[in-house]
């Protein structure tokens, strides 16, 4: 993992938002190949293996559940998929890919400017600068509403869509598969037999009116 990546990274478990404090092991150009991440607050460490951020507490990684439509697609072409979807159009912004979708991590880096956070990757996914590799269970280890958007596939638990919506900054979008139905609190923007897309509320700025 890219050294900068790490400011991205928070603790799982339900607390105040704090970085994480790393410890080194190996480090190769400014990649983290091996060492620690561990949370001040509640002294959680999660360890970093051979490039990986490990998130899932020892609990065992959800089922890969691979879409038909993802195997017949090059990796380009899921990258201009998630980059529509998630209107992937701030170079240097952060998104988070899942499962299927992360497959194309870095070739959305390229297209974009995006920083990419790819969640329990296939195997052939690299990291680079701007892409991390991590494994989770159903939270994303990210700092509240500090994405730009996130895109699931169907191998992790229902319970990770309101971590999306937790992640996703006021007016980011979700992209998740139809067999989690999309939480009350977002806008469905689009929907097809594999997947939805939706938008988390903006943030609504109140007018005061000028004294007179």
Not at 188 to 212: C, F, M, N, T
Request: proline share 7%.
């Amino acid at each position: 993992m890219f050294i900068e990546l790490l400011d991205l990274l928070r603790c799982v478990n339900a607390h105040e938002d704090t970085w994480l404090v790393a410890s080194f092991k190996t480090v190769s150009n400014r990649f983290v190949l091996d060492g620690t991440l561990g949370c001040p607050t509640c002294s959680a460490k999660y360890p970093i293996t051979t490039g990986v951020a490990d998130f899932t507490a020892g609990a065992d990684l959800p089922p890969r559940k691979t879409g038909e439509w993802a195997a017949t697609l090059e990796r380009e072409e899921v990258a201009t998929r998630a980059g529509a979807f998630l209107d992937v159009t701030e170079p240097g912004a952060t998104v988070v890919l899942g499962g299927s979708w992360a497959s194309a991590a870095q070739e959305l880096s390229l297209m974009t400017g995006a920083r990419v956070l790819s969640l329990n990757p296939e195997s052939g996914v690299e990291e680079s600068e701007t892409v991390g590799l991590l494994l989770v269970g159903s939270e994303i280890p990210v700092a509240p509403g500090s994405v730009l958007g996130v895109a699931l596939d169907a191998s992790f638990p229902a319970g990770i869509v309101a971590s999306a919506v937790k992640a996703v900054r006021a007016g980011g979008r979700i992209v998740g598969p139809t067999a989690i139905p999309p939480p009350s609190e977002l806008t469905v923007l689009a929907r097809d037999e594999d997947y939805w897309v939706a938008r988390k509320a903006p943030e609504v700025i109140k007018l005061s009116r000028a004294g007179r």
